[in-house]
């Protein structure tokens, strides 16, 4: 079976740093996605990990220990248009196993 | 490149009745998914094909449950009769086929059974 563990909320301020943390089980490993998903919209595609460390995309970041079965999100320079929730998702052979979720509110 | 699309983006039945959800992926991707997504979860799978045959179907519950993929291209899924609990966001993605590839989402029908 699949184990997707991750906060259900986090809040920050606009301009400030929040690191949403993912720790899986599962019983193959192919991968790891991270997706942000608007309230009432479709999940759209944000990193791939599938090598140990830190791939950096702009304001956002993911990092993977497949040791450890953790992975975590960085997103810098928060916006408001950033205030979503956001989906740690874990790929078995052909299959995506998703976490419930953080939804991440931004403040002014 | 146009994504993924969807029809209807919303609907409202009562429990016992059918409905029928449309999907058309990404072209050229081979492969096509239906997920559920119940409120405050992620997305469930609940099928995937690889052109026009089945996967996986593991979690789709096919005493009510039934979808199809026609030439390998759109898709429809099928619920008959819903109940209540079926009431949740209903995603389709594709992706090209090759299993670390993205899955791209369409926007979702969002049915509520009353």
């Known amino acids: 079976g699949q184990n997707i563990d991750q906060p259900t909320e986090m809040t920050a301020t606009e301009g400030a740093i929040v690191q949403i943390n993912c720790t899986y089980q599962?019983?193959?490993?192919?991968?790891l996605f991270w997706y942000q998903q608007h309230a009432g919209e479709a999940p759209t595609f944000l990193s791939y990990n599938v090598l140990d460390g830190l791939e950096e995309k702009g304001r956002f970041s993911s990092f993977l220990s497949r040791s450890k079965g953790y992975s975590y999100l960085l997103l810098k320079e928060l916006q408001m248009k950033d205030s979503a929730s956001y989906l740690c998702a874990v790929l078995n052979d052909y299959k995506l196993s998703f976490g419930a979720g953080t939804t991440v509110t931004v403040r002014a | 490149e146009a994504g993924v699309a969807q029809s209807p983006r919303y609907k409202i039945i009562e429990k016992r009745q059918s409905v029928a959800f449309w999907c058309n992926p990404i072209?050229?991707?081979?492969?096509l998914y239906w997920y559920q997504q119940i409120l405050g979860q992620g997305p469930k799978l609940l099928i995937q094909f690889q052109n026009n045959g089945v996967v996986d179907d593991s979690q789709l519950p096919k005493d009510r449950f039934s979808a199809e993929r026609l030439k390998g291209v759109d898709s429809t899924l099928k619920i008959q009769p819903a109940k209540l609990e079926d009431s949740a966001v209903y995603l389709c993605?594709?992706?090209?086929?090759?299993?670390?590839?993205?899955?791209?989402f369409g926007p979702g029908t969002r049915l509520t059974v009353l």
């Open positions: 072209s050229g991707h081979a492969t």
């Open positions: 599962t019983s193959g490993f192919n991968g």
């Open positions: 993605a594709s992706s090209s086929g090759i299993i670390t590839d993205t899955q791209y």
